[in-house]
Antibody
Framework: EVQLVESGGGLVKPGGSLRLSCAAS????????MNWVRQAPGKGLEWVSS????????YYADSVRGRFTISRDNAKNSLYLQLNSLRAEDTAIYYC????????????WGQGTLVTVSS | EIVLTQSPATLSLSPGERATLSCRAS??????LAWYQQKPGQAPRLLIY???NRATGIPARFSGGGSGTDFTLTIGSLEPEDFAVYYC????????FGQGTRLEIK
């Protein structure tokens, strides 16, 4: 059974940093492109960042480029998102999501971890 | 950049009724469109991919159709657990989502 379990969320002050983790199981982690998607309170879904299976290619939404860093450790079956220079508008639930083989959609999602940026 | 517009924003129906949700793309996306269901406090769940293919474990009352710019998600006979928010999604430059349709009990 595919499982994705996020952790690392919490309350942080504007300008602060946080590191999110996603532990994957039930599939060959290195064979899949992985993603972070966020959802602000009461709002819709927003793609944040993607990384290919071996970490060769990395992509960011314009809204987070230069502040967030995605990475993965295939030996540990884990995906990460380093959040720096946080702003109030980064407040959201952050989901880890596995991309389909053709990278056209997300076939599995974690339960999410809440990041709150507030003074 | 492709924009996905969902309608209606809110749909009020009763259990047993048929639901039809719409997603329109600002330019052709061929059949590269997915639908997700999100219940309160839960992560989204993939329902339909490539416009008309049901994901694993999705009941047959869910069906997707369309191609090009106009797509529909149809729920044949609403069950109580189907009342949720539904999003369409396409990957062009990157992953783009519609703003969502809230399906509520009338």
């Amino acid at each position: 059974e595919v499982q994705l379990v996020e952790s690392g969320g919490g309350l942080v002050k504007p300008g602060g940093s946080l590191r999110l983790s996603c532990a994957a199981s039930g599939f060959t982690f290195s064979g899949y492109n992985m993603n972070w998607v966020r959802q602000a309170p009461g709002k819709g879904l927003e793609w944040v960042s993607s990384i290919t299976g071996r970490g060769t290619y990395i992509y960011y939404a314009d809204s987070v480029r230069g502040r967030f860093t995605i990475s993965r450790d295939n030996a540990k079956n884990s995906l990460y998102l380093q959040l720096n220079s946080l702003r109030a508008e980064d407040t959201a639930i952050y989901y880890c999501a596995r991309a389909s083989n053709n990278w056209n959609y997300y076939d599995y999602w974690g339960q999410g971890t809440l990041v709150t940026v507030s003074s | 950049e492709i924009v996905l517009t969902q309608s209606p924003a809110t749909l009020s129906l009763s259990p047993g009724e048929r639901a039809t949700l719409s997603c329109r793309a600002s330019q052709s996306v061929s059949n590269y469109l997915a639908w997700y269901q999100q219940k309160p406090g839960q992560a989204p769940r993939l329902l339909i991919y490539d416009a008309s293919n049901r994901a694993t474990g999705i009941p047959a009352r869910f069906s997707g159709g369309g191609s090009g710019t106009d797509f529909t998600l149809t729920i044949g006979s609403l069950e109580p657990e189907d009342f949720a928010v539904y999003y369409c999604q396409h990957r062009s430059n990157w992953f783009t989502f519609g703003q969502g349709t809230r399906l509520e009990i009338k």
